[in-house]
């Protein structure tokens, strides 16, 4: 059992392979906290501490009691209304405008296999795989209850939770704040990671130490957005890649969010992350209920690379569906970097032609497809496809290009609409608006509204009748802007429309998905602007960032990897000079860099010289080759490249019998000095040998004091070295 109530302590023990996470009901009914962290067994109570802290309220319930506050205790699911003055996860307006909410055990269950959320994604496991608790909560007199959900993963180190808050009482009620998960941890002193950018500097790695007070990220976009990715680390200040303790939080939705991470008046720190609380006035009629997002929780005593292993895992095997969960992913080359809006039905073949002369597996057409679309200004919402600019009708293009062997992709952004478009003309209210206002543009468009059932509807109807001219095997979903007067014409209050919209968005991918379960669907928002957990479990990859140098790239998926696979990150090899920086590097380098992702090209094939084409048919061989070690091993970051001159990563087989180590020197200097570079995920006491050198290297030197980087005075120097144990 990997979950675990004990009748006598009435504690809640939830086990993995190497955590354990406690919480305890108290005699007053209420749900406290004890223990998250290192596998261990027994009652954590003795942690608590009771004082009187003064100006730190007393349940009516305690009498005279002034030692008991809940602005001191732990809490499961802290909430407005009982003197608990810190950030809480659930604000609940009562029928009467009070916000107070006091919610009490009222029950539990134990049951096997994981839970499931209506209409959101989330962590999914058969019975051999989870178990769920699930823990009542209830306000006496408001008749509130809150179900606690927790998923218990015991091999894979991981817990879920999410909150389904109902209205049992008569009058309706609002929720101005929900959040999915809180982690209070009574004492310890803790580094914040996060992952912060804007477009083309996505999920920028960020480590501070926690100081008295809030320290808060967020997204009030309508999207997870570039600018802060919806998850966080905790970790003790000595941690490092290899070693000590760290906790990661990590949100499974694609909408606005918000995460607080606050060190209180006691030197406690409280971890809460849901959804975004500006905005947000969800009513709820009585009988109604709302789900709060799943988080996903992990642990590691062994750093953050072990962390980020098992959230790789969790990912790749329990939020990733479909035909592709497991699958290597065509190479393919985009029309955008080469063409953008300038091509027709003969400039795709043609690129297609050169794909299967170089051993591209697929040839995607980016925008600019359909209705009136020859510039970002006009024929956004038209799914129809005009056959006049491509010369022929998209059946018989994508015929034309199955014949070369070659597969067929295309890019939609179904969620856009421009006012130059029949849609908008006919439709100008589905559009996100306020009545009597201009709207805000961006990218020249507007936004449609998902929060309406009519209007996904629509454009599902419009996206399928073109996904069914022709065999399709891949959809490149884009959202080129964040939501802005988010304003509905049909909904009850305007604080549910955004989370309305994400539900939309999510039915959607959904119904698509069922429908073309062969058509593998590439997430993109300007590149990585929702690259997130829900996202995944939708699109088993995402389009990285917007920016293709291969450069910025290293920093861009050296952050993204605390989080997310590999696996899900689409990654190119582009043009140079870089069209986003103007930086030139060698094909060598673009190479390396778009292999620690789902690999392929961002240009016109047709203009590369005889010896870039040479050089791309070996770079394919290449990633062939090491494409299962690659997306399904092991990964381990071996350097910060916001640190360090050499960006190094390593990609590990599950048994250790060979690993492919990826090095790419960011500066040179004069006189240069050697970097050596230390391995990791070896086993103890082999020899291993390089594949290109043929010499052999022992395990453990090749960990402890590592391979030397030979020192060339060129720019940007990429290497690859495959090992193999003997």
């Given at each position: ?28 009914g ?136 109902k ?54 976009r ?62 709820l ?51 955008w ?12 073949y ?22 009136k ?72 468009q507007?936004?449609?509204?998902f ?12 996206i ?34 955004a ?24 997430g ?41 696979p ?13 069209h ?12 390396v ?60 087989s ?65 290497y ?7």
């Amino acid at each position: 059992m990997s979950i675990i109530f004990d009748k006598n302590n009435k504690t809640f023990t939830l086990h993995t392979k190497n955590s354990s996470y406690q919480m305890q009901i108290d005699p007053y009914g209420f749900l406290l906290h004890l223990y998250y962290g290192r596998r261990t067994e027994g009652c954590m109570d003795y942690l608590l501490t009771y004082a009187d802290r003064g100006f730190s309220g007393n349940p009516y319930d305690t009498g005279a009691d002034r030692t008991y506050s809940m602005d001191v205790l732990p809490q499961e699911f802290p909430h407005t209304g009982l003197g608990d003055y810190r950030n809480v996860a659930c604000t609940v307006v009562n029928a009467d405008q009070s916000r107070c909410c006091d919610l009490r055990y009222a029950g539990h269950e134990i049951r096997k296999g994981k839970y499931f959320l209506k209409g959101l994604p989330a962590v999914y496991a058969d019975e051999s795989e989870a178990e769920t608790l699930e823990i009542t909560l209830k306000d006496a007199v408001s008749q509130v209850e809150v179900a606690l959900l927790y998923g218990v993963l015991p091999e894979a180190d991981i817990i879920t939770r999410s909150a389904v808050v109902k209205n049992g009482g008569s009058d309706t009620i609002y929720l101005e704040k929900l959040q999915s998960a809180c982690l209070d941890f009574v004492g310890g002193d803790y580094d914040l990671i996060t992952f912060h950018g804007r477009h083309c500097m996505d999920r920028m790695y960020q480590r501070h130490h926690l100081a008295h007070g809030t320290a808060r990220i967020g997204s009030r976009r309508g999207t997870s957005s570039h600018q802060y990715n919806p998850m966080l680390i905790l970790a003790d200040p000595e941690t490092t890649e290899d070693f000590g303790s760290c906790y990661s939080m990590t949100f499974m939705y694609s909408g606005g969010f918000q995460a607080e991470v606050e060190k209180d008046q006691f030197n406690q720190t409280r971890a809460l992350i849901g959804l975004q609380q500006e905005g947000f006035r969800y009513p709820l009629e009585p009988g109604d209920t709302l789900t709060a997002p799943e988080v996903i929780l992990s642990f590691s005593t062994d750093g953050l690379n072990r962390l980020s292993q098992n959230l790789h895992s969790c990912i790749r095997n329990h939020v990733c569906r479909g035909k592709y969960k497991n699958a290597i992913r065509p190479i393919l080359v985009n029309s955008w970097e080469g063409a953008y809006f300038d091509f027709n039905g003969e400039t795709i073949y043609q690129l297609a032609v050169h794909a299967k002369e170089l051993g591209i597996d697929m040839v995607v057409m980016d925008d600019g497809w359909f209705g009136k679309r020859d510039d970002d200004f006009s024929g956004l919402g038209d799914w129809y496809v005009n056959e006049e600019k491509l010369g022929e009708s998209l059946g018989h293009l994508i015929e034309r290009i199955n014949a070369l062997g070659v597969k067929f992709g295309i890019w939609i952004e179904p969620e856009g609409i421009n006012e130059d478009s029949h849609l908008y003309r006919e439709h100008p209210d589905w559009a996100l608006s306020i009545p009597g206002r201009k709207p805000v543009r961006a990218r020249n468009q507007l936004v449609l509204d998902f929060s309406r059932k009519e209007v996904v509807d629509a454009i599902f109807n419009m996206i399928c009748d073109v996904l069914d001219q022709g065999n399709i095997e891949y959809v490149k979903w884009d959202m080129n802007r964040s939501l802005d007067a988010v304003f509905s014409r049909t909904a009850k209050d305007q604080g549910m429309v955004a989370y309305d919209y994400v539900l939309g968005l999510y039915d959607f991918l959904e119904r698509l998905t069922q429908r073309y379960p062969n058509i593998l669907i590439e997430g993109c928002s300007g590149g990585g602007g929702r690259f997130d957990a829900g996202m995944l479990y939708y699109t088993p990859q995402i389009w990285c960032s917007d920016n293709t140098d291969a450069l910025d790239r290293i920093k861009i998926q050296y952050g993204t990897s605390f989080g997310y696979p590999v696996s899900s990150m689409g990654s190119h090899v582009s043009a140079v000079p870089n069209h986003q920086t103007g930086r030139s590097t060698t094909l060598q380098v673009r190479s390396v860099v778009a292999m620690a992702g789902t690999f392929g090209y961002e240009l016109d094939l047709g203009t590369l010289s005889e010896e870039g084409r040479e050089i791309v048919k070996k770079q394919i061989k290449e990633y062939r080759k090491y494409a299962q070690l690659i997306n399904y091993g092991v990964y381990y970051r071996l350097t910060n490249p916001f640190e360090e001159e050499a960006a190094a990563w390593e990609f590990v087989s599950e048994d250790g019998s060979e690993a492919l180590l990826n090095v790419v020197m960011q500066d040179i200097h004069g006189n240069m000095t050697v970097d050596y570079i230390r391995l990791r995920g070896l086993i103890p006491g082999r020899m291993y040998r390089s594949e290109e050198s043929g010499r052999l290297y022992p395990a453990d030197a090749l960990m402890q004091t590592g391979i030397p980087i030979p020192v060339e005075y060129k720019a940007y120097r990429a290497y690859q070295i495959h090992f193999v144990a003997e």
